[in-house]
């Protein structure tokens, strides 16, 4: 199970956090992934942190974005940084990409806004 | 534009055998590297329905099914039911980019 967490309202300028509780898993022995997906539109990926710690990240983001685990918490984690309404989406949480993704939790929607 | 293409809408009565391309390049499916399909209903989170061009979850039904020729994939779907309407998602990795990728969706609608 994993279920995603943080502020539905984030101001133009200012970091996005969110936070991904996964349960039934232990953290460290699969890799994490976050995906967004704009409402009404199609899913694109974020990035993802591999078990092994490294991790790869969107091209298109890769500047602003952080994805880090917090194994005392089982918590996966994401910053992305000088947010604009572009960031605007339903963020989600995933196990994977070995073999897909998946599970994924039930997202939820961070809209930018001042 | 995604990297992967995927037409927009398909169409099928209950009871009907539809496909569904997913077309790629050199650099993604045509090296080999997995597809995945996701299908999402409206207003929930999508669901990864076949895994490694082939391969169903468990749970999944053996209606869906999925292949690969060259640069694209499809996914077949028999016997179609209402409860298949929804969006899917064809979803690989891309060498040229170093990043997984995600076809633009296309809309089931069971007619």
């Known amino acids: 199970q994993l279920q995603e967490s943080g502020p539905g309202l984030v101001k133009p300028s200012e970091t996005l956090s969110l936070s991904c509780t996964v349960s039934g898993d232990s953290i460290s022995s699969y890799s994490w992934s976050w995906i967004r997906q704009p409402p009404g539109k199609g899913l694109e990926w974020v990035g993802y942190?591999?078990?092994?710690?490294?991790?790869n990240y969107s091209p298109s983001l890769k500047s602003r974005v952080t994805i880090s685990v917090d194994t005392s918490k089982n918590q996966v984690s994401l910053k992305l940084d000088s947010v604009t309404a572009a960031d605007t989406a339903i963020y989600y949480c995933a196990r994977g990409p070995n073999r897909g993704f998946d599970p994924w939790g039930q997202g939820t929607l961070v809209t930018v806004s001042s | 534009q995604s990297v992967l293409t995927q037409p927009p809408s398909v169409s099928g009565a209950p009871g009907q055998r539809v496909t569904m391309s997913c077309t790629g390049s050199?650099?993604?499916?045509?090296?080999?590297?997995?597809v995945h399909w996701y299908q999402q209903v409206p207003g929930t989170a999508p669901k990864l329905l076949m895994y490694?061009?082939?391969n169903r979850p468990s749970g999944v039904p053996d209606r869906f099914s999925g292949s690969k020729s060259g640069t694209s994939a499809s996914l077949a779907i028999t016997g179609l039911q209402a409860e298949d309407e929804a969006d899917y998602y064809c979803q690989s990795y891309d060498s040229s980019l170093s990043a997984s990728v995600f076809g633009g969706g296309t809309k089931l609608t069971v007619l």
């Open positions: 942190m591999f078990y092994r710690g490294t991790t």
């Open positions: 490694g061009f082939s």
């Open positions: 050199s650099s993604n499916i045509g090296a080999n590297y997995d």
